[in-house]
């Protein structure tokens, strides 16, 4: 096992170690097949330019790799070409610092897919002001020369870890659903505490970016690799079926037997967590899965007039459709046994991936002030203005560059990224200076350079997974890159501290310029979740049980899944903002709460449907539709909480047959309180539009004051 441990590296770590060698042969190349007059300075330069084109060079399929790193190489040729004309004009120069940064920040109007392509040309701009004056030729030659040849470097690695990427996409699908199984045990174990509850939600929104970055990688070969594929869609169907697992429970009341059923749930998930993350193993090992070692749950003796017998078969019925996803995933996962065809074609799985393109669209409904796109935008642009005139004024001007990057690093599009930002940039920077301090006592040019690249891959590789890392290496790098390209100078240790704490405090007053609070942007998100509701309700319980009537089902549980998990992302950024902009967070709470306990709803009714439709008479399927339309005027705050849900709620009044002897009463009962949390949650959200559509309250505030 030991051995084999390199399998076992995530992405960013094959990721950064192709950036870091990529770069390493671009700078030994172009050093070699330079002219011997300028071959120094030509290295560096098409080093630099490689750099900022494999910010682009992320894990994804080969085509789409091959196309944002030729992007962004455009972009940062543009960068530096125009950097070098300009430089000697200081008003130009400040006026082109400032255009490029609004440039750069209106290509986030294609989303966080366009981050690492947009922050090229302004790593580009900074490493151009860092060079002595050098021909216009040479500039444009040596650039081009790097960016071609770590373009050739990317297709390339891309291609050789597509396999490796792949599972590794999948094996982190399966760890995150992992700590989501975790984290709902201790949300069950705890009684719904407050901080098991964030725990949970933020578990939520991390695996909905793992399960479309798993999309992407698996989805587009599911011919070739429909086991890959089998695995995804039986993580996506537990993480369904894992919702339920609160339902009805409040039925188990608190007295002794009623905790120690509770429980054994809790023990039941934990066991199945830790089975997953034996799955992701055996993936990532190659081998088959080990055998299913969760035992089956002991259930407290109940008397026999205890109603909650009847319960207790609902939650063996729960697990045993969980039991059977974890089952059937481990049998997807060995190749010695056959695969039973996939519940939905090859063909449409390709719509659940990310779109390739650029439209124009996205970038153009962004023109306009209301924009959160569009005031970030602005506001960059005046916060890096700001900073390369504050630079030039500055005592230690020789580098003025580092303000500028100090200040495009830090600020963010919110708050809450800002200041995160903030603290591990000027944490990340004292630390790099201190091991440069320690660097600085070997002088060996060789080891310098060898510890230059591998500072490169290092700080590409963390640069989303943790940032502290990335600021680390970064700042032995630009410190390496400084003394190599002009040693006379030495090692401007107490200038690259200052200019990154003055950077970090810049960026953080300039994130009150126009700010975005996400009170401003919520509605949006708010009515996106509440349609996205109202649409799964009607599919889950409306469409048909073929394969086109599944794939509009799927499509319809992801869109709803993926704008609760933006909706709850949204809270968490908003908790670092000034309280007196906050939005309602009790109502939008209450409205996520109720959202995710009407998904599991669905998904209960969904798996009846799909399980036992034989079992369910034309009667019942009669009242589907109406439920369903129901459900959609609940979420739009147009249906009262129903009274007899009260009733409902009561352990003693639940169907007198068990699930398994007749599904109709319990299809019924799940319609009504499904019903119920509908209602609560459109009452919250009209709740939390009125509180929104109102003035902030205005009280003190610690904050610097908005320039809204």
Known sequence: MAAGRWRHWPAHWWNGLSVAVGVMLV???????????????????????????????????????????????????LAVGLVAILHPYRVAMGAFVAALG????????????AGPVSFAPILAMVFALAWPPQPLSLVLASGAAGIGLYLVWSVITSAVLQRRYHRLALAEALHGLAQLLSARAELLGSGGAAHAMQDWLGNEAQLAELLQTARDQVFPRARTD???????????????????SRLDLELLG?????QAMRARLVGRLKALSVLLDEYRDALLDGRAPAADTVKPTRWPDLPAQDPRLRLQLVLQDRLSHLDAEVQAMGRALDVSLPLPPLPVDAGPLRQFVTPVGWPMGLFRAQWHLDSPVMRHALRSALALGAAYCIALALPWASHPHWLVLSVAVVLRGSLDQTLARRNMRVLGTAIGCALMLGLAQIHHVTLWIVVLQV???????????????????????????????????????????????LGAALAWAFSYVLPAWERRNLPRSLKRARGALQQYAMQAMTAAMTPAGAL???????????ALAALSAALQRSAAEPRRVRPPLEELNTMLDHGYRLMAHLSMMRQSLMRRAKDLDDALMAEMPEAARRLQRALAGEEPVPHAVQALQDWSLLPDVGPLEDIRPWMRRRMQVSLDDA??????????FEAMAAPPAARADASPPSLN
Do not use: K
């Open 27 to 77: 700078q030994v190349i172009v050093s070699h097949a330079a002219p011997a007059g300028v071959a120094q300075v030509a290295s560096q330069l098409a080093m630099a330019c490689a750099i900022c084109a494999s910010l682009a060079d992320l894990p994804g399929s080969v085509r789409r790799n091959r196309n944002r790193v030729l992007t962004a190489g455009a972009m940062t040729l």
């Open 102 to 113: 609004f440039a750069s920040a209106m290509l986030l109007s294609w989303g966080p897919r």
């Open 226 to 244: 429909p086991r890959s594929a089998a695995v995804l869609l039986h993580v996506i169907e537990l993480r369904d079926l894992m919702l339920a």
């Open 254 to 258: 608190e007295d002794p037997l009623g």
């Open 455 to 501: 500072a490169v891959g290092i700080a590409h590789a963390f640069v989303t997974r943790r940032y502290l890392v990335t600021a680390t290496a970064a700042t032995m790098m630009a410190l390496m890159q400084a003394h190599l390209a002009d040693p006379a100078q030495g090692l401007a240790i107490s200038e690259r501290l200052a200019d990154t704490v």
């Open 552 to 562: 509009a089902q799927r499509m319809a549980r992801r869109q709803a899944y993926d």
């Open 679 to 688: 209602a609560r949650a459109g009452q919250a959200a009209e709740a939390a």
